[in-house]
């Protein structure tokens, strides 16, 4: 399988890279799909039975800040620690050399994307990035770029953070440019938004499909679209269930970083 999805990359002129989860897994970067993992990283919230999917919402910065900031805290500083695998540079190589065109549609708020090279203008963080900042009332469309690590001071033992971001244009406290659970507050990118829409104007030939998972389906069903238009989809991913919704042909049960290395292995030149 390797080599007939090789053939296909080395055959595609305008390639859609879709990236959730499970790419950034091999950089350390914890997914939180499994509860008992999420509760390894942080005991504190298990006491309180805080999960991650209430920690990751309006409600908690409005009810809960000091766990909110420490959870999205917590994040930025492993993210800072950890670095994008080799599967990213592999994928930029491509974009550089290979492709005539190509764009970069992720689910994932690490920003390794663009952290590990990949132009700016050729990324959607479909759900934001944990290094930009808003206003949490919002007080305007406005988000900056923070990079600063640590940004909140940190205590691990209560998992509580403080000394919050605050929004330069009011005052306010600032949070993640982040899309939460049930978030209305969210300003979005529009910049982000074009480019992506501008890349869908022409016809793509293939789409990679990357450690996407059932919990958050937005990239399967953007591969599925393309699939039902004919369009050949590889879809890497260590859970072969992960297929269910694509249901491709060229899956790879492989982590991102490994099948990266094996394709680009087998491609000519």
Request: proline share 7%; net charge negative; glycine share 8%.
């Amino acid at each position: 399988m390797i080599e007939t999805c090789a053939r296909l990359i080395a055959e595609a002129d305008r390639v859609l890279f879709l990236t959730s989860a499970g790419m950034s897994a091999d950089s350390g970067i914890p997914t939180f799909r499994d509860k008992e993992g999420y509760w390894r990283n942080f005991p504190p919230f298990r006491q309180k039975g805080l999960e991650a999917q209430e920690l990751a919402s309006p409600w908690a910065f409005q009810n809960v800040l000091p766990h909110a900031w420490a959870f999205y805290e917590w994040r930025r500083r492993n993210a800072h620690e950890n670095r994008p695998h080799p599967g990213y540079d592999i994928i930029n190589k491509w974009i550089d050399t290979r492709f005539v065109d190509a764009f970069i549609h992720t689910t994932n708020t690490d920003g390794y994307h663009i952290i590990s090279g990949a132009s700016p203008g050729k990324v959607k963080e479909v759900h934001g990035s944990m290094w930009r900042l808003q206003c949490l009332t919002p007080c305007s469309q406005d988000f900056w770029d923070e990079p600063a690590v640590p940004l909140c001071d940190l205590d691990y033992d209560t998992m509580e953070a403080s000394n919050f971001p605050l929004c330069p244009r009011c005052g306010s406290i600032a949070r993640p440019h982040i899309l939460m659970f049930g978030d209305w507050d969210y300003v979005g990118h529009a910049e982000q938004e074009e480019n992506f829409m501008r890349f869908g104007r022409e016809a793509v030939d293939l789409v990679i499909l990357v450690g996407s998972s059932g919990g958050v389906p937005t990239n399967d069903y953007i591969a599925l679209q393309y699939k039902q238009a004919r369009i050949p989809v590889i879809n890497i991913n260590l859970d072969p269930a992960a297929n269910g919704i694509v249901n491709t042909e060229y899956l790879l049960t492989m982590k991102g970083k490994e099948a990266f290395e094996n394709l680009d292995a087998h491609l000519p030149g």
